[in-house]
Nanobody
Framework: QVQLVESGGGLVQAGGSLRLSCAAS????????MGWYRQTPGKQRELVAR???????VYADSVKGRFTISRDGAKNTVYLQMNSLKPEDTAVYYC????????WGQGTQVTVSS
């Protein structure tokens, strides 16, 4: 079994910052990628950012230059530093890891007020 525990969501004003964390535990032998996705009501879940085991990163165009993804391999933890937040960043953010298959966190709400 693999467990993902997310933290760091909350309410922030536009222009503010938040840092999300996701710690993976359980039967993990080799994590290929770690990432963050987000979803708003009525829309599909979309990629925000992901990072490979060797540090290659991919970002959604809408967050480039504002969000930074990083990982601590020793702790099996992935972080998402979110700066210059906008109201359109409001969503439930889900942590994802790819081992042999995908695993998802329970989601953490991020709300950006204007």
């Amino acid at each position: 079994q693999v467990q993902l525990v997310e933290s760091g969501g909350g309410l922030v004003q536009a222009g503010g910052s938040l840092r999300l964390s996701c710690a993976a535990s359980g039967s993990i032998f080799s994590i290929r990628t770690m990432g963050w996705y987000r979803q708003t009501p009525g829309k599909q879940r979309e990629l925000v950012a992901r990072i490979t085991s060797v540090g290659v990163t991919v970002y959604a165009d809408s967050v480039k230059g504002r969000f930074t993804i990083s990982r601590d391999g020793a702790k099996n933890t992935v972080y998402l530093q979110m700066n210059s937040l906008k109201p359109e960043d409001t969503a439930v953010y889900y942590c994802n890891i790819l081992v042999i298959r995908d695993y998802w966190g329970q989601g953490t709400q991020v709300t950006v007020s204007s």
